[in-house]
């Protein structure tokens, strides 16, 4: 069983040694600075939040955080933002997401346009997304980025491969899939309408489910010796577990990544790394 | 045979019933204007721009031709763009692609680029490609959206469906398979690379092939039923003919698209609505 997990453990260790020699080597006015901004108070929001703002102080990152009550107006929120595009020692800014449901898919994307391409370290601003369409990426959403690098991190084929991506969110869905296309796979990226959807998932060479469902996928779906990526993190009686049932799939998988503790730190360590490069 | 036939002429009577309504009951002053920039002589390329030229005339738009030699500097057409963008009288630029070979990936982004987002009436600047990718378009590729636009004329359901798309050019597969996407599709898209083709095709409830190989998909690629958009327009000794054998599949559509006659004019029809709205 153990040499079918798909670790990021060897991965997270060449990230965080290069981004500490980078540090090292800096002048202090070279350091890097977050900005996280966070819209009415989710509970695994504010997770979330802590596991950067740690992984910020062991690496002796600033970090400042600006929570706005769920009901604050959206230019309020957006003035804020161009204020920080203008601060010198803040090289990054993101704007925690889900917004707070009050506000629209419209306000929504106002307000991560608001923020400079070039702070746009989750890479969620539309100029960083349109380079990422057309193969000429700037700054990719973390979770997308992580996933790639797993990959090829692992050696595993990608070109001509077919890879099924279930759920489509431009926070993961989408950008992976681009990456992925632009690396020569064919992909298909399937959502909550999607007609004889196992069908489509047994056809996967490598499949990733990023839906938010728990234990969503079991063998059915799946096809023997394939891929599993889960990027899944949820939260079910105090434990938390992917949208993958990791044990009734592991004897016909190729690999599968764990969950907890891969996608997840991963990004982290995505995140990290784009904040850093961004000084 | 007839009704299997996907035809775009009344799509085509309606886009342009619109336009010349458009143009009748604007001021001498809002007339809109194009330009269209080429570099180098690709006889297929003056083809096409003709088409264009002609449209124009039959409406009584201005049209502007540049014409630069294969070898011009980057610099220099970048800079005529950069002109064209600030004359009020233009209000779409396009540059006719494929540029020559001397011009390099980095080359095509950038010209592309240096055309204002707001009279890019092709699509192709990164900007209005992001918000596509985002599913908030303010300028779609002219064949993506017309793709789209025929399947909602004749009423075709996409929500759910499975939509295969042989061909992942920024030109029409990325954009159309973002557009299908956020109407709630399934999709796939294949590339050069795709192994075991024919069994993801096979699996396409809507089959779009905009690969520009002539008859390349015959019926051994497609299910009984399905409904087949082909965007190919190859000239094969002195004849037009499309990526799809349309004689072989015909008997096991359920819908199909002529080449040529259909998706090519579409094109056109909605160039010309972008030049007209962007005024």
């Known amino acids: 069983m153990e040499k079918k997990i798909l670790t990021s453990k060897p991965l997270l260790k060449l990230i965080y040694d290069d981004i500490s020699l980078q540090l090292e080597t800096r002048e202090k006015y070279d350091k890097p600075g977050l900005a996280i901004i966070l819209v009415g108070s989710r509970k695994d929001s504010l997770t979330y939040i802590k596991l950067k703002q740690k992984k910020c102080r062991e690496l002796g990152i600033q970090c400042f955080l600006f929570i706005y009550p769920a009901l604050t107006a959206i230019g309020k929120i957006i003035k804020e933002i161009n204020t920080l595009n203008q601060i010198k020692s803040i090289s990054g800014i993101i704007v925690q997401l889900p917004l707070p449901h009050n506000f629209s898919q419209d306000d929504e994307y106002k307000i991560l346009n608001s923020v400079s391409p070039e702070k746009d370290i989750d890479g ?156």
């Open 124 to 279: 969620f601003h539309h100029s960083n997304v349109g380079n990422l369409t057309l193969g000429n990426p700037k700054m990719i959403p973390c979770t997308a980025e992580g996933c790639l690098g797993l990959l090829n991190y692992h050696e595993i084929p990608i070109k001509g491969k077919h890879c099924v991506i279930v759920g489509s969110s431009k926070v993961v869905g989408v950008p992976l899939s681009l990456l992925l296309l632009h690396e020569g796979a064919t992909t298909t990226l399937c959502n909550i309408h999607t007609e004889r959807i196992k069908e489509i998932t047994n056809d996967a060479d490598i499949l990733v489910v990023c839906c938010g469902v728990p234990h969503l996928v079991d063998q059915s779906w799946i096809k023997e010796g394939s891929i599993i990526i889960d990027v899944g993190i949820n939260h079910v009686s105090n434990k938390i577990v992917g949208d993958v049932n990791f044990d009734d799939v592991i004897h016909k998988v190729k690999y599968i990544t764990p969950v907890p503790g891969c996608i997840g730190p991963l990004t982290i360590a995505i995140l990290m790394k784009h904040l850093v490069n961004n000084v």
